[in-house]
């Protein structure tokens, strides 16, 4: 129930059509219904353009399936993340336009165009291997409306790369760093940009790694300031963030 | 806003006294306000008798005091968990008539009489040294209105002793049993009564004891079913929860 | 040996037919044995109607299909937990009446009804990730003839959908929530209710879950009162205490 | 050595006052020592107005009065974090005019005041004992010319505070939520909100909180999306990323 | 109740001299009080000239003082583990005759003299900082009857020291070895020997020891069979296993 | 060289036939040479009879087949732990009577009979999924000539069927003690026999199982004294310390 | 951009060639630009003779094949680690000369021979499980131009086999040791000799090894000094430090 | 027994003072006590001026007194690290001219010049407060033998500073890096250098930092090769293997 619901509802009492106590019954959920309905449209007004995220990771074919069909009458782009390229392929049934990043393992339906930002997000990677999480990361940007700038392979092991870089990564609005083994390029890029810094630790490492644990308590503990630390792997989580940001 | 002052609204504004727009402005805030103030109200109406309960650890003196001098008007009991005699000492001041366990560590303000309840709950210890927490437990369930039954030293390296007394354990409603080195007495009593058991792990334990994480994690994968887990130590909670199932 | 049986013995010795050094060696066990006994009839007493439950995962299906002959004779239900489609096949040669939960990854022999409670179980989950561990606390939950309302994908990140169901939450006897991630549910639900709240982390998650660490902490500290917490996917467990919480 | 400088140089080279080899020798540590002074210089520009920050655990009062000192002639402000009491009134020697911060355990000299943002940052704590963590990041906030609203106590055991507070909340530019015990708060507000959450795990809680680990772990999780995480108690570092995000 | 007074029991029945309803009463609470009584007698039987042993640390003097009191009147020796100098001072009112260990920090009251075995246990330490823990071993086999002989600093860095005395290690019956920092020398013991070895990790260390799981794990994962380890710092236990087996 | 070489090239110096001098050469590599020789000889005097024991997992067929062609010459019996059926198919190539146990995962060579002990170990398991662990202790103290007893099933959520066995359990000599989830078994069979128990922790269980850990903690902080613990899932390891304690 | 190039540039300057402006642009992102270079050429300078080194794993074959085509035309030998033998049989298609090890599990390509040292390392492994670590580390300091000297299966189960080749072990420059289990093999060895020990835990092991971590706990902790330890399974860390130090 | 003893022996056997059969008593345990013995030469004579080393921290006065006298008597330098000002007051009783070097904690006493090297090892520190650390490894390499440039505060949220240093890092002959925080620098050293790095995580951190597990987990993961890790804290354990390195 909106405003001009309840106005409408109100003035109604006034000229008797409805009386009190049958309105106090019709608003009596309201404080519960309300909140959902009130949420529910302060955010889609927000959310104009907002892609439908699905996180694809453990969900059946059949599962997506129909969510997808759920999905097919409204107009909002849709974004599923951690998918294998047969569940894919499942999926194009439904929605034969859907593009596939190999890379990133994303699907994307686009209906319609979201607006887009003058000012660009950089996502930095350390190595080959963070490139998944760094491409959820750019695919999620994108389809929020930001532009993406792509640096990749600068990890510390030879930092002349990120310096031969440094100019495009600081002149970017939001900086992700997407980073496993130690996970150092985090605490190197923060303290060389005056920007916020959005740091996934990835899972890309052996041993003493832990699943990442290495790269995430790196990042944590980090001497530069600025820093805001994500769950392992979270390139989508890094992106929604990042783009939040970008769009103050 | 409850029922009866929104049907007033609604009549005034049948009755021409409020206009439905400012009616709406009135009404505006209802949804967020009045989660408050219902649960507000539900929680009062249910905790008729319930005492007011202060976590102390980690309160200075000056902070215990400007909460007891607020709660002075108010006619229900007071519980301070985890204060050390001193600090006990300084409270005096403002309640004289108030009373410490040592054991526990707990200080207790009575303004009235709870209800107290026919059925009673078991504090079973494994140890001595597990008794600070199990007599928290205590004083908490004794001031929420249960009976209850202290079991104390009763640990599984001479499980006679709690045969021993093995039929006061079953009769009880709900058992809570607080024990520290491998925590093997939940699963024992578990595995022997066939009422809820509340397992409270306590930090008593050196070495790969880890404060509290071996029972901890015995006490999580017991084998024996019907066992629900609070944090280590927390004497409080294990009461709060068994009070709220005798009280059902 | 049942207190009649002793008298019997007894008054047997008092006439002469059974001489005091073989009644000797017939009680010379007892004590053992009779733990056993008396425990077995009056375990047996109390569940009447109770199933017989079996832990599933880690069996062949030889040995599931042993412990099924073994209990043809026996006119308890039967519920298997934790098998996947084509053990459940298997095991049809035997009861071809059971009943297979594809979600809960449970099987049901039913040979007689259980009496059933007028107070139900919530059983409320995060997202629907979560819902196997629910269901299976469902399933268990009606075997043991407990009514069971579902309220599935109420999580924080979209808390208005919670209070869309509150009433129903609220009028639980016993409420079990089970979520992933964070499982700041729990707390959340905690807070709003005044029963008893069964906590069941899920593994869902990744990175930083650590497998299901990441919510059992949570639940473990939570600042809501009221909590007791299972194993990480335990909806069986869950099930049993809420079951016999929601008895007493 | 600047732009300007250079070119002085060079054309110093050029008419003949300074002979190549020479310039070499002066150009040779030019790659090193100039990313020093560039960063330097491009830091120093930023960082108009920006307070000297040190941080004041683990130092003596006698290594903090040389950095005092050695700041003397600088017109920065000066913020130093983590220091007791008596730590500040021995301080006081070198500035009288400093203004101690009991809460945040943190000392401020104001030589200047910062230019200041219209748009505020919201600082929300779950319980009273969070709050020395939002003071230290309040404070930082404060100087880095940031305005703040506080919000206190809204922890998820009574989310109804929460929600009378949810429009201050909602209209902040930044949100930071310092929380301890389970630290659900975090998931909640992100999911309530549109704007960037900054979360800091806080180390109150005992048990199988791990000095902040469960916090941490569950705001790494968080179902819900935009939510950055710091390290454990770090209000200076949530401070200075949501400045940063405040002032782009 | 024994078999003789069962016996005589059932003969009083027999007799008419107890009526077989009372009998059953008398009898009614055997299984689980007698388990008790057998396993006292039965444990009084075995240890036999065993010491009381009471676990000193986290007691309070007076706590301690009410045992010995208790103590009093029976003729076991006494062993009470982790106390300090000033606690021993303390408690010397009550046996002025009591022994106090400075490197065991064990009070030690001697009222008859223990068998004592022939064969000897070895225990070894690794370090001079393993010594509390060794020599708490050392006091308690002892005071249990078994011939100590001590083998201190033969640590893995110097290995050749342990091959000085490697035939008195060879010799034993049981062996000890206590070892802090890897641990390492109770696998190299464990390689040399043909004897039970039990092996206690101590928390001497700092950094990655972590508070004495390094060992922990490092014994535990022993390359060498026939290695029993026991708790961090359990000297205590493991003199009470090797006594054990050394009377075997 | 042995003491008889020794006394042989002695006399060759007595007689001239060898000058001290190229005496010295031949003996100084002596001490490190001899240790080999000397562990060797003592080793094997005192394993006559001592299978020759090959850890199968992680280990090809190829690697397999190898050891087994070299030991075909040596008349000791020979255990192979950890292998799957097709892998003990493969290897009956070589030794056709060999022996496969498909609970404990190992085969066996049985050349020549062990001397057996009289006094017996018993093998004590907590659950059915315990098995794999108590056969392969069970399998390797009967090649090492120790009698077994195995108690299955005896888990503490139905303690009575302890009892049931107590006595068969209380007169081992030894008393391994295999279990999973919480390992509770290990601490109550400790209380109630004063037998040597080794306790091995077993990786059954799930969730905040982590593997095994929790047993493994649970039994290193038994409250019961006389317990040593070995690696989880090591049948093997607590067999050979077992089997050393028996044969003293 | 090197001196001589810089003295020219400033030569064309002062002949007036080059307007000092356009010397500026050329000059402008020299600092961070000739890092690069500068890190590049010394590099390069000094790795005369290094291969190029890919790690194999988590790379697809296409990913591989890319890199070993963009190398073809490079002189340097080539070291592609951790990679399976079928997609070692892929990647001959590119350079049918290279030889595959199967234990280490490493592809190299020879296109020229490095120059070797005199002075040898020694690689020494606690069990034959250890051998693939090994071989990586030995595969890559012969490839870098080290003798390498194998020294295995020596734990410390079985010391003497270690004395038989303590010489051969002393007398290198560096040694490595791999050791899984619980590692004690790196302290025993650090123990004995006075050259540097690198040392590198494996993963070899099973139950409370977790992965690896229980010897590099050990080996951080060791009573020995002079000890470096590498992430866990790193072989070809060890190698690369180990040659580093082997050809100062 | 050396080599001359052995040589005198032999000639006494030749000329019969001694007969075969004694010497053979006298040669029986010369394995075990000559390694001993060798050994201790061995070490001796490599270790000519190296310095006796105590570890101070958990050693009374009185223990270090006792070993302090003990060396009295001979020619080496010593070092005792990690203890107070107020144990070294009293430690100048014995030993007036010992040195106390307040940051490193750290007592020295000179008898005599160890050798220097040409080559000096570089101690890196990333904060002021790694220093302890570094120190200690400073005060241990310049007793050693080894010159020393310390270089200090070039942590890599400014990375600018550690490029002005670069060149005399990389012409150091070992480098060692102290680092707490997230220990990044070690990683930025050694992507920089071509030579051996020994890294130290210390404890400096808080929260997620665990006692120095951050920026260990760190270094062992680098992605830099050439490192290699010691203890948390263990400045001088990275000296001892950088003065073994340094003097090869």
């Keep these: 129930m909106d405003k001009k619901e309840l106005l409408k509802l109100l003035e109604e009492v006034r000229e008797g059509a409805v009386p009190p106590a049958d309105a106090v019954e019709m608003l009596k959920d309201l404080p519960y219904k309300d909140i959902g309905h009130t949420k529910f449209d302060h ?9 439908e995220v699905i996180y694809g990771a453990g969900k059946s074919i059949d599962q997506l399936k129909d969510v997808l069909i759920h999905l097919k009458e409204k107009k909002n782009n849709i974004l599923i993340t951690r998918i294998s390229p047969p569940v894919f392929d499942a999926l194009m049934d439904i929605y034969p336009e859907a593009e596939y990043n190999e890379l990133a393992r994303t699907m994307v339906v686009r209906k319609k165009h ?7 997000v950089a996502v ?4 080959t291997s963070d490139l998944p999480v760094a491409e959820e990361a750019a695919v999620t940007l994108e389809l ?7 640096i990749t392979d600068v990890g510390v092991a030879g930092i002349h790369r990120l310096f031969d870089v440094l100019k495009v990564v600081r002149e970017a609005r939001v900086i ?15 303290g060389l940009v005056d920007k916020p810094v959005i740091a996934v630790p990835t899972s890309v490492g052996y041993g ?5 644990l290495a790269p995430l308590l790196s990042m944590l503990n980090s001497c530069a300031s ?20 970008n769009k103050l």
């Design 43 to 51: 955010m889609r007004e927000l959310r104009k353009g907002y892609p």
């Design 114 to 120: 979201a607006e887009t930002r003058d000012t660009y």
């Design 124 to 127: 930095v990677t350390a190595g």
């Design 144 to 150: 929020f409306g930001n532009p993406v700038k792509r």
């Design 176 to 190: 992700i760093v997407a980073a496993g083994m130690e996970g150092a390029l985090a605490s190197v890029v923060g």
């Design 208 to 212: 003493a790694h832990f699943g990442g």
């Design 226 to 245: 600025g820093i805001g630390v994500v769950n392992i792997d979270n390139g989508f989580g890094a992106a929604y963030l990042a783009s939040m940001i």
